[in-house]
């Protein structure tokens, strides 16, 4: 890369003001001042400016409190999307960890890590995702054991993988998943002729919606939060 773009892409300075600050002898390349703002560098080299260290910032992980009316896209030509929901440079390197339908809120795990991403989503790491759910009929108790059981969803040969299912209220239930089919919960829900009139994802594996963001609301995980996904 250009050691100016280097420079501008992880410095926080202007393209032009690399440029100066580069011709000006501030900036040493392994140790070297170099005053050529073309100069293209190895993806080895260690670049100092005025003293500092610059280097690409380390992976982001962050929570979000998924607001309804959302989608977890990139873009979308209809409606927002999570990410206008973050301040943050380079929006582009950062995917959705597991997504959400534009109608559900709650828990949404962002990050560039593509390797931790994979180990949140990936079907044969079984994380659990536990979700609130309110239905539009009364819950059967013995749906428990149906769930339990694994649910056969219309147009799948396969029951669903064991899910627990926690009855808080006639209408409301808390339901923990170890997969995560498109549309999964309505889905199961609808094969028990019952319907999702709201749901709200509270955590996935070890990672809780922390309570003090509001809906629209992120913060950046913690290295214990980031790290809990890789225990058990
Ligand atoms: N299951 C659904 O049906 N929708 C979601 O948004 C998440 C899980």
Redesign the pocket.
Known sequence: MRLDKYLSNFSGLSRKEARQVIKQGDVLVDGDMITDPTCNIADTAQVQWAGMKVAPAGPRYFMLNKPVGYVCANRDSQHPTVFELLQEDDIESLQVAG???ID?TGLVLITDDGQWNHRVTSPKTRKA?I?RVQLAEPIDPSASAQFAQGILLRSEKKRSRPAELEILAPRQVRLTLHE?KY?????MFAALNNH?EQ?H?ERIAGIVLDEDLAPGEYRALTAAEIMSIDDD
């Open positions: 997504r959400l339908d559900t995702k979700y995560g549309h999964q919960v309505k889905r999702v749901l994802r």
